[in-house]
């Protein structure tokens, strides 16, 4: 019909099936130029963590209204201004104006990740592109442990394994707060990655119970960690307290009540009491951890022990006890016991408060002491200061003598020395002249010069 208006632009192809995406397709084709400096074309990269939404710009400063289009890795069409020739539900449009064209990507994936080309038709015509990154947080992350139950001193295996992720994790073990080392190997498989990071580590006492942490840094994924409780088996720690006389000296005719407390893993089954190089009093009673002496005497002075066991070993507390006079009124400064370590190992798990008690008292009435397992000994008394400043000065009284003599000598050596220097020589007599060639002693005097006839003049006159 005449004067009937014609559409134009996309809308005039309509009803000519397949003539929109060819109509497409050359006009992406005549935009198609190297990458430029994009002088009018703003876009940025884009990382995605796997499943979530990526969002593409496409932005236009000093906007002419020249056409905008987004394209795939493939340099197929997503969008041509706001129309979506390409059949992908998942791409949607967030924003279209002259100046930008925004697009949104759900459920991303890795087949996703590449270049998106943006275009502006201009003349000449403009393209830029933004690079999509699919992150991959780990699928699973495990802890397998060498031994479920492990003894002191042991050293034991622990593995990390964080599988499948993109890229490949970073894994960091912890004990408790304190991070430790392990060795990491990684594996590829197509895109993926997995990691899996050994930590050998010695066991002790004080570790059971405590979790040990595999921790992974990701880029995907933000505190993701596993643990797994250490079981640490160990033998018996013993301590012994005295339950009476609580405070003040052991004294004759009182009684004397010790008490013994064991703890290990497993609980100590077996604990006994005895006395350290000979045999226990008779009028001793033990009942159980418990040992009573009713009524003390000096002759109960000695070290007394208690034992505990289990099956991971034997651990042992010792007690000194000695015994007052009735008369004696000075009190140790301190009370207690000395516990004295198995093994180089236990001097770490002993009981650091305990204190030596100064043996300043007379030998026959000598107080109770503590040694703790680092002290072991004891404290020197007052005596032993004194005798030690005594030995000092009879060791300075002998050295300086000694220097005395040393220098001396040596000067006798020097004045010795200087004479022979000045007296060094060789010295010939006439007495024999004329017998060096003698076959014996009497031929010898017979050829002498002068014979017997000289003798006058080798007499020698002394005035």
């Known amino acids: ?6 559409p134009s632009g996309p809308a005039a192809c309509g009803g000519a099936p397949g003539l929109l995406p060819l109509l497409l397709l050359l006009l992406s084709a005549a935009a198609i130029i190297p990458r430029g400096d994009g002088q009018n074309l703003v876009t940025e990269d884009v990382t995605v963590v796997e499943g979530d939404v990526a969002t593409i710009s ?7 209204d020249s056409v905008i289009q987004l394209l795939n890795p493939n340099r197929q069409t997503i969008y041509f201004r706001d129309f979506r020739p390409l059949k992908d539900s998942r791409f949607q449009l967030v924003n279209f104006s002259n100046s930008e064209l925004r697009v949104s ?57 964080a599988m499948a992720s993109r890229p490949a994790t970073t894994i960091r073990w912890f004990k408790g707060n304190k991070e430790l080392t392990g060795k990491s190997e990684v594996e590829q498989w197509s895109d993926m990655y997995t990691v899996t990071s050994q930590l050998l580590l010695k066991v002790g006492r004080e570790d059971d119970g405590v979790p040990v942490i595999c921790l992974v840094d990701h880029p995907a994924v933000k505190d993701l960690q596993t643990q797994r409780y250490l079981e640490v088996m160990y033998k018996p720690q013993v301590r012994v307290s005295q339950n009476y006389p609580v405070q003040g000296l052991t004294r004759e005719g009182e009684p004397l009540e010790l008490t013994c407390a064991a703890f290990g893993k497993p ?61 004696a009124t000075t009190e140790p400064a301190v009370h207690g016991f000395t516990q004295l370590p198995n093994s180089a190992e236990e001097l770490d798990y002993g009981d650091l408060s305990g204190t030596a008690v ?41 050295g300086g003598v000694v220097a005395v003599v040393v220098f001396a000598m040596l000067c006798l050596l020097i004045i010795l020395g200087r004479y022979f220097a000045r007296h060094k020589g060789t010295y010939f007599t006439h007495e024999a002249k004329g017998a060096d060639d003698a076959a014996d002693a009497d031929t010898a005097i017979i050829n002498a010069e002068g014979g017997q006839n000289n003798s006058e003049e080798k007499k020698e006159y002394f005035i």
Not at 1 to 6: H, I, L, S, T
Not at 58 to 64: A, F, H, L, T
Not at 362 to 370: D, F, R
Request: charged share 20%; net charge negative; glycine share 4%.
């Open 1 to 6: 019909m005449a004067g009937r208006a014609q």
């Open 58 to 64: 496409c932005r236009v400063k000093n906007s002419d």
């Open 267 to 327: 609980q100590p089954t077996d604990m006994r009491w005895l006395r350290v190089d000979d045999e226990m009093p008779q009028h001793v009673v033990v009942s159980g951890s418990n040992l009573l002496i009713s009524n003390l005497n000096k002759t109960d002075n000695g070290t007394y022990r208690c034992e505990a066991s289990n099956a991971v070993g034997k651990s042992h507390a010792d007690y000194m006890l000695f015994v007052y006079d009735t008369t």
């Open 358 to 398: 100064p043996l300043n008292a007379s030998t026959e009435a000598l107080p109770t002491v503590q040694l703790s397992n680092a002290s072991l000994a004891f404290r020197p008394d007052s005596r032993a200061g004194e005798e030690g400043a005594i030995r000092s000065v009879d060791h300075a009284v002998v």
């Open 105 to 161: 990507l759900t459920n991303v994936s890795i087949s996703d990740e590449g270049r998106y080309f943006c275009q502006l038709y201009t003349d000449p015509p403009q393209e830029i592109y933004t690079t999509i990154t699919v992150l991959v947080p780990p699928r699973n992350l495990v802890i397998d442990i060498q031994k479920e139950i492990a003894v002191e001193g042991e050293e034991i295996e622990l593995n990390c394994t």
